[in-house]
């Protein structure tokens, strides 16, 4: 069943979804040529991620109930795209390897979203 989602949910939802495809269409036809191999794999990976997390925004907008744990998922997948995946852009594009530090502080909002989906999708006690 459909949940109410907030306009700014919405928004989140719609950027992360339309940015996923657009950074992977920019990976694939404006730095193809650009970036070497190893560059290009680091970018796709970050889009690859960006794109499922982005799917999984959706879901849990709209199929968790309303609550906590809906939220602290949606919030932390949206982090995780924009850590994780934006700091995998960051290097492909020739970021200083420091910004390789927030990669997994990306990777841990991405597990922390999933684990509120698990808290979200438990029998509700009445």
Same mark, same amino acid.
């Given at each position: 069943?459909?949940?109410?989602?907030?306009?700014?949910?919405?928004?989140?939802?719609?950027?992360?979804?339309?940015?996923?495809?657009?950074?992977?269409?920019?990976?694939?036809?404006?730095?193809?040529?650009? +970036?070497?191999?190893?560059?290009?794999?680091?970018?796709?990976?970050?889009?690859?991620?960006?794109?499922?997390?982005?799917?999984?925004?959706?879901?849990?907008?709209?199929?968790?109930?309303?609550?906590?744990?809906?939220?602290?998922?949606?919030?932390?997948?949206?982090?995780?795209i924009v850590l994780f995946s934006g700091s995998l852009y960051a290097l492909a594009l020739g970021a200083?390897?420091?910004?390789?530090?927030?990669?997994?502080?990306?990777?841990?909002?991405?597990?922390?979203?999933? +684990?509120?989906?698990?808290?979200?999708?438990?029998?509700?006690?009445?």
């Open positions: 069943m459909r949940q109410p989602v907030s306009t700014a949910t919405a928004i989140v939802v719609g950027l992360a979804g339309a940015s996923a495809v657009a950074l992977g269409a920019f990976g694939a036809h404006a730095l193809r040529g650009s +970036l070497d191999a190893a560059a290009m794999a680091t970018w796709h990976t970050g889009v690859e991620y960006h794109f499922w997390h982005a799917l999984a925004l959706l879901v849990a907008a709209m199929g968790l109930r309303e609550g906590r744990a809906r939220n602290v998922a949606i919030g932390a997948f949206a982090a995780g200083p390897r420091m910004v390789g530090v927030i990669t997994p502080i990306g990777g841990v909002a991405f597990i922390a979203g999933w +684990l509120a989906v698990v808290s979200a999708l438990r029998p509700h006690r009445t």
